[in-house]
């Protein structure tokens, strides 16, 4: 890599409300504050035409079926990944807000798609070098009830997706945050492992999924 050094790949995951968006924004704005080179990136993308489809299916203005939104959503992140790959090799450190593992985990929860099934249109996308499981606690979820109106935004679907989530995070070892403190607590403790992430990776070869 011409002794350039690249970035990390770093994802946040977690269910509705675990305040993903903002750790998300504020580890980027905590990034370029250190001279880090750094871009937020979100899935669902949905400025791109895959992207308009999710936003309406979501927002319940269109109908598809479970395999098709799925792929969709898969889709999403294959529109995404030379312009990632080419950022990461310029050094850019991405911080992305859900990732192939909501795919995987809500798309999986329902039930007439096995986990291995989901998995399969996902290999070949890049593998993350670090994700992040923000968690909440039964009681904090209590107190955070203001679901919006989007499909996935009931008590049910978050309860499956998010037992779906710890699963996953104890086979894959990965970093389990809670998200029931403060904004800068949680903050603070994200910024710290990616952080030493960034600096780990920098000549390390990037890898691509393959469940
Ligand atoms: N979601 C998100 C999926 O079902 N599959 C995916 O691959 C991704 C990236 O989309 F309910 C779901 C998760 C959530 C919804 O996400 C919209 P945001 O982060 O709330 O916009
Ligand atoms: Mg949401």
């Given at each position: 890599m011409n002794g350039l050094k690249r970035g990390a790949l770093i994802v946040v995951e977690g269910v509705d409300r675990s305040g993903k968006s903002t750790q998300c924004r504020k580890l980027v704005e905590s990034l370029k504050a250190r001279n880090v080179n750094a871009a937020l990136v979100t899935f669902p993308d949905r400025t791109t035409s895959t992207g308009g489809l999710i936003d309406?299916?979501?927002?319940?203005?269109?109908?598809?079926?479970?395999?098709?939104?799925?792929?969709?959503?898969?889709?999403?992140?294959?529109?995404?990944?030379?312009?990632?790959?080419?950022?990461?090799?310029?050094?850019?450190?991405?911080?992305?807000?859900?990732?192939?593992?909501s795919g995987i985990v809500y798309s999986s929860v329902k039930k007439n798609m096995s986990v291995k099934w989901c998995q399969e249109p996902e290999n070949g996308l890049l593998k993350p070098d670090l994700v992040l499981l923000l968690v909440l606690s039964e009681a904090?979820?209590?107190?955070?009830?203001?679901?919006?109106?989007?499909i996935y935004e009931n008590r049910e679907m978050q309860e499956k997706v998010a037992q779906a989530f710890r699963d996953l995070s104890e086979r894959e070892k990965w970093?389990?945050?809670?998200?029931?403190?403060?904004?800068?607590?949680?903050?603070?403790?994200?910024?710290?492992?990616?952080?030493?992430?960034?600096?780990?990776?920098?000549?390390?070869?990037?890898?691509?999924?393959?469940?």
């Open positions: 309406k299916y979501l927002k319940q203005e269109t109908h598809l079926c479970d395999e098709a939104i799925h792929l969709m959503f898969t889709a999403n992140r294959w529109e995404k990944k030379a312009e990632m790959e080419r950022l990461l090799k310029q050094g850019v450190t991405l911080v992305v807000d859900r990732y192939s593992y904090e979820m209590v107190k955070r009830p203001n679901y919006g109106s989007e970093e389990v945050v809670s998200a029931d403190g403060g904004v800068e607590d949680v903050h603070k403790e994200l910024l710290d492992k990616v952080i030493k992430k960034v600096s780990q990776v920098g000549t390390q070869p990037l890898h691509t999924l393959n469940f």
